[in-house]
């Protein structure tokens, strides 16, 4: 079973960029058996269609515009996406459920898992997240372990773990900074 986690997201707007450091996270903490592929999907919209078509289960690490409290973490399937109706309040959210309607239409889509925290701040321009955030993303981590053991997937925690603070650190790094 081919297997992807896609963080999704704005690293340019606090909060919003969330999901790209989750999976930063994931990807540098913790070891996959079998392997999977964690994929740093940024503001891809409908291009991401291609790895709904070439995998067969895809976990999206997202911010959920939802009215609950900033930290809620949410596990949700992608049809119970979908029903939400009309909660998509940032571009990359209407692009992804968009992008999951259509792919429904497919021959062949992937099972869609859509672990996403509810932001507190997606309008500040600055590359860090808020404290909340911070304080909730060991949540996060936890729901995309969970999902990922639901698919027959070993998570094991690497002996040395680098923090949120260190990932987002890498990301201000001039030296990372395209001209």
């Known amino acids: 079973m081919k297997i992807a986690v896609i963080g999704v997201g704005n690293i340019l707007f606090m909060d919003e960029g969330v999901g790209v450091y989750a999976s930063r996270m994931l990807e540098e903490n913790y ?85 996403g925290i509810i932001p507190q701040d997606i309008r500040s321009v600055e590359i860090n997240l808020t404290d909340a955030l911070k304080k909730a993303l060991p949540g996060l981590i936890k729901q995309t372990t969970v999902a990922l053991a639901d698919a027959g997937i070993k998570v094991t925690p690497r002996s040395s773990q680098r923090n949120i603070d260190e990932i987002i650190a890498g990301y201000n790094d001039p030296a990372r900074r395209l001209l």
Request: net charge negative; proline share 4%.
């Open 31 to 115: 070891r996959f058996e079998p392997e999977i592929e964690i994929i740093d999907g940024g503001t891809l919209g409908f291009k991401l269609m291609d790895y709904f078509e070439a995998y067969d289960k895809v976990v999206i690490l997202d911010t959920l515009s939802i009215d609950d409290a900033p930290g809620s973490v949410y596990n949700l399937p992608s049809d119970a996406l979908m029903g939400l109706g009309d909660y998509r309040k940032t571009v990359h959210e209407v692009e992804v459920v968009g992008m999951l309607e259509v792919c429904s239409m497919l021959d062949k889509m992937a099972e869609v898992n859509i672990v």
